[in-house]
């Protein structure tokens, strides 16, 4: 699948970037892998768990029992001209932009994935990192389902200030929120050999202190962009599913419109509660 790169700071046309990143697509059928298993809470689920792939298997007839999941939404924090529009752009859009300017507020996109067969869609919030735009940002942090705190793997003071805006991220969410510690621009580092940088040492160290997976990437290469997404989308999917059949929480619906049965079934519920009340006050 191709990807583009704009041509010239003034130019608005985009050239071809010659690399061969295989971008895949937006099926998931298996796990996939931690960047880093040693750096990766969620380093024991290297599968989907057995109830999910139950929920997700066909039936005798060949048939998959629809059910209803809400888009997972996903947000980007970090520093500003750390990488994290570029890194969404990279993924959504596949295309780069050295000159990109810097996001006022917040911008959002939607992805949508096929898991295991089942629709699944994540809602990607690109939060500004600079000071002034805080409070904007901030406003978009709740219910969130998954937050990536993206740093600058040649700018080190980028990643002391990770632990910041996971904290502020947190406050305003419930506990469970999957998280993630990404360190771009990989294709800028000096060393070339295999072994670990002094920033990628401290961000191992940081991301078991704060329960988080941690990943490497370029948006400019395109290295683990797709994988990283696909991670997220996969653990996400299976969390989610997981809570759908937690006790007292409808899972699976009737066939059509889940949305319309989602409605018809609180509809139901309220009817008769109002029923309970009526009768109680002719009596």
């Known amino acids: 699948m191709p990807t583009f790169r704009k041509a010239g700071k003034k130019s608005t046309s985009y050239e071809l970037l010659n690399n061969n990143v295989d971008y ?16 990766s809470p969620y380093r024991d689920r290297v599968d989907f768990s057995d109830r999910t792939k139950r929920v997700c298997r066909s039936n005798n007839a060949g048939t998959v029992t629809p059910f209803y999941l809400c888009a997972c939404k996903v947000i980007f924090v970090g520093d500003v001209a750390t990488g994290k529009s570029s890194l969404v ?40 990192g600079h000071e002034r735009f805080k409070c904007i940002s901030q406003a978009y942090y709740r219910n969130a389902n998954v937050v990536v705190v993206v740093f600058d793997l040649t700018r080190a003071e980028s990643l002391l200030n990770a632990r910041r805006w996971l904290d502020e991220a947190l406050k305003v969410n419930l506990p469970g929120v999957l998280k993630f ?12 050999s295999s072994c670990l940088t002094d920033v990628e040492k401290e961000a191992i160290a940081m991301s078991s202190d704060l329960h988080a997976e941690f990943w490497t990437v370029s ?26 059949m937690e006790p007292n ?26 029923k309970r009340c009526s009768f109680c006050k002719i009596n």
């Open 24 to 39: 895949g697509t937006r099926q998931v059928d298996r796990m996939p892998a931690a960047y880093c298993d040693r750096a």
């Open 89 to 128: 752009n990279r993924f959504c859009h596949e295309i780069f932009d050295a000159e990109y300017r810097g996001t006022i507020g917040v911008d959002f996109e939607v992805e949508k994935f096929k898991v295991l067969g089942h629709s699944y869609s994540l809602q990607i919030w690109d939060t500004a």
């Open 181 to 192: 510690l990404v360190g771009t621009k990989k294709d800028l580092l000096v060393n070339e």
């Open 219 to 244: 948006a400019q290469t395109g290295e683990n962009v797709t994988k990283l997404f696909q991670r997220v989308t996969a653990l996400a999917f299976d969390s989610a599913v997981q809570r759908l």
């Open 249 to 274: 929480n409808p899972m699976v619906h009737p066939s059509g419109n889940s949305l319309l049965n989602l409605y018809f079934l609180k509809k139901d519920e309220k009817d008769k509660k109002l």
